[in-house]
């Protein structure tokens, strides 16, 4: 019973872990996480304030770009799908977040010497 | 034991709005805008309820203390500095939400909307590690039912 258990415990902790990683390529977690984006974000700010400041005017509200303008290899298409591929990045989302909650746990317990499989 | 039902309600709540506002298309800009603003408010409290354990490793982080609550306490830093530049680039990108009372212009270029999306995603990572190293406490409100008891007491927030 006792390796029944564990072995009940170890298939779920896999099947998080492969579904996390399936919804962190979905997602292009790798490209959206990176913290270069942020530098690059702030050198924006300081690029578009030296622009300003020589007479630079921004681009008009019509010609702003739509909210989510960045298309990545999970981007999101139009239409008609739209509605399901947002259900199915939620689910993605859900993926990440249960493997890397499971993934900190399992370390997080084997660190302070605790038994994982009870 | 009504402080920690408190908070493992306000805390089941601020993450699965979190999951939901992650995917703006899901429910519509409007209540991605709105929800996300009641989150930051979720958040504050949050913060308020945890206070006396960031009081207490904050005036004892140079002394000698568990690694895992300095650990946990730069994580916790990370997550506030997340969810400030969340909150106010999305002020600055905000459709719905007039923040000119404020002082704030809306559309100022490309820059507040990466910005936006790069603090999510590394924020929701970190809100994973925080909540992974929190489990025990989740498992222990589980366990207890929201009842008083055994079981209930501050795993990981207390150490």
Redesign the interface.
């Known amino acids: 019973m006792e390796c029944k258990n564990k072995l009940i415990k170890i298939i779920l902790i896999v099947c998080i872990f492969a579904g996390g990683a399936y919804s962190f390529n979905h997602l292009s977690f790798l490209s959206k996480a990176n913290p270069a984006n942020v530098l690059e974000a702030i050198q924006s700010f300081n690029q578009s304030s030296s622009n300003f400041q020589q007479g630079f005017r921004g681009p008009s509200a019509g010609q702003r770009p739509p909210f989510e303008g960045q298309r990545g290899p999970g981007g999101h298409s139009r239409g008609a799908n739209q509605g399901f591929n947002s259900f199915g990045n939620l689910l993605a989302f859900l993926g990440v977040f249960a493997s890397t909650i499971t993934a900190t746990y399992v370390v997080d317990q084997l660190l302070r010497n605790r038994k994982v499989m009870r | 034991m009504e402080k920690n039902n408190l908070k493992f309600g306000l805390d089941l709540f601020m993450?699965l709005g979190l999951?939901?506002i992650?995917?703006?298309?899901?429910l519509g800009?409007t209540v991605h805008e709105w929800a996300g603003l009641l989150i930051a408010v979720v958040f504050a409290v949050h913060i308020i309820l945890n206070w006396n354990w960031i009081k207490a490793v904050t005036f004892n982080f140079l002394h000698k203390q568990a690694l895992?609550n300095k650990f946990k306490y730069i994580l916790n830093l990370l997550i506030f500095i997340g969810f400030a530049?969340i909150i106010i680039s999305g002020m600055y990108?905000s459709?719905t939400i007039d923040f000119s009372w404020l002082g704030i212009t809306r559309?100022?270029?490309?820059?507040?909307?990466?910005?936006h999306?790069?603090?999510s995603?590394?924020t929701?990572?970190l809100?994973?590690?925080h909540?992974?190293?929190s489990?025990n406490w989740i498992l222990g409100r589980f366990q207890t039912g929201f009842e008083l008891g055994k079981g209930g007491a501050d795993y990981g927030m207390q150490e």
């Open positions: 993450a999951l939901l992650m995917v703006p298309k899901m800009i895992r530049a990108i459709k559309g100022q270029g490309m820059g507040w909307r990466l910005l999306e790069s603090a995603y590394l929701f990572l809100v994973g590690i909540a992974g190293l489990f």
